[in-house]
């Protein structure tokens, strides 16, 4: 009887952390988008050289691009025609092969915004997006990669943690 008394406490003892971890308060969209943004039809926003523009779309939301309910990207809507994310030489180092979507979450092993990697594969965060992935963890946060149907030659990284994106390009394995 004592035996059983002491291993119910001992198993109470080491559950009290799972009750006491912090959620990140953008993480209430656990679940990530299904597929990536959809082309951009209409009135495209215009670039913003200086990075005024505002993404909070509702109280408690981050001020940076984000999906919102698993389907709204957020500031995924300055067109094809947007010359932050203009390339001349698209796909110079070839295509990411290794997985698209919420089927194929990758974590990111080192690096930071110029250069990171996870899997063998490296990759760079557009220089016109790097302001918006301060908050990032470049040896421990999940991605996952999307592709971006307005910006050739650019994928998309959504961090699961944080619920936000940024535009990267592959630089090979």
């Known amino acids: 009887m004592k035996a059983l008394r002491f291993a119910i406490a001992a198993a109470m003892l080491l559950a009290v952390p799972i009750f006491a ?9 656990v679940r990530p988008p299904s597929h990536g943004p959809q082309p951009f039809h209409g009135t ?7 990075h005024n523009r505002q993404f909070a779309d509702q109280p408690g939301h981050p001020n940076v691009p984000h999906v919102d309910n698993r389907k709204t990207w957020v500031g995924h809507d300055t067109g094809r ?11 110079e180092h070839g295509h990411f092969a290794g997985g698209f979507g919420p089927h194929y979450v990758w974590r990111i092993e080192g690096g930071g915004p110029s250069r ?7 990759w760079n965060v557009a220089p016109y997006d790097v302001a918006y992935c301060n908050d990032w963890l470049w040896g421990s946060d999940s991605i996952i990669i999307y592709d971006d149907p ?17 535009h990267v390009m592959f630089l090979g394995s």
């Open 150 to 166: 307005d910006h050739i030659g650019w994928y998309l990284a959504y961090n699961v943690r944080l619920g936000t994106y940024v």
């Open 21 to 29: 971890q912090r959620h990140d308060q953008h993480s209430a969209n």
């Open 116 to 122: 990171f990697w996870f899997h063998g594969w490296y």
């Open 81 to 91: 025609d947007d010359p932050n994310y203009h390339l001349d030489n698209p796909w």
């Open 44 to 50: 495209p926003q215009p670039p913003d050289q200086n």
